[in-house]
Structures are given as C-alpha cells and as structure tokens.
C-alpha cells in the first residue's frame, strides 16, 4: 500500500505562482512512477504531469501546462512536486497525485494503483 498525501494548493490570482507537494510513504518511492492530474468541476479527471521512477526521471506534461509547470521528486524525502507558474484561470481544479510501479502509458490515469485526497487551486482574475 501507498499512502499520498498532497498539500500546497491555495486560491491565487491570475499570473500567480504555487508548488503543490505529495508526500509518499509505505513503499519505496524511488520505484513508483508519480503522476499530477486534475479535475475541473463539471469535468473529467485529466493528465498534468508525470515523472518515472527509471534512471533519468523522464518527466511528461500535457501540452495546457508545458512550459508552465515543472514536475520533479526528491527521493531523499519520498515527495514529488509540481511547480506551477504563470497560472491562469483554467487551472482551477482539485489536483491530485497518484503513484504507480508502471513505466508505460503513465499519461492516463488506469496504471496508476494509488491517490491522494486531492487539494484545490483556485485561480481568479
């Protein structure tokens, strides 16, 4: 079993900036695949940012967040991060982070085993 649990989100304006955390314990984290998804109200859960367990740490963005968000893992603290700047009005969301043992197919959510509660981000103008 996984445990995930996030923090850091917070209501922002527009432009802002926030780094949402998820801590991980009850397996090695340096083998799991972490994943960043969201869901809209009114809409479907979807894909923000992935970061594999492999050498190399191989990172994987929706085309809505490149260049804006940065997924990264400190292995030393069981935690994955994602840096989120420049945010905008839909970014608004519950963001969750999931975990997974896969390499592949990491950009759905079906590999992934294990999520946390969600935390909100609220982006206004």
């Known amino acids: 079993q996984v445990q995930l649990v996030e923090s850091g989100g917070g209501s922002v304006q527009a432009g802002a900036s926030l780094r949402l955390s998820c801590a991980a314990s009850g397996r090695t984290f340096s083998r799991l695949t972490m994943g960043w998804f969201r869901q809209a109200p009114g809409k479907e859960r979807e894909f923000v940012a992935a970061i594999r367990w492999s050498s190399g740490s191989s990172t994987y963005y929706a085309d809505s967040v490149k260049g804006r968000f940065t997924i990264s893992r400190d292995n030393t603290k069981n935690t994955v991060y994602l840096q989120m700047n420049s945010l905008k009005l839909e970014d608004t969301a519950v963001y969750y982070c999931?975990?997974?043992?896969?390499?592949?197919?990491?950009?759905?959510?079906?590999?992934?085993?294990?999520w946390g509660q969600g935390t909100q981000v609220t982006v206004s103008s």
């Open positions: 999931a975990a997974t043992g896969a390499l592949y197919s990491i950009i759905e959510s079906g590999p992934y085993n294990y």
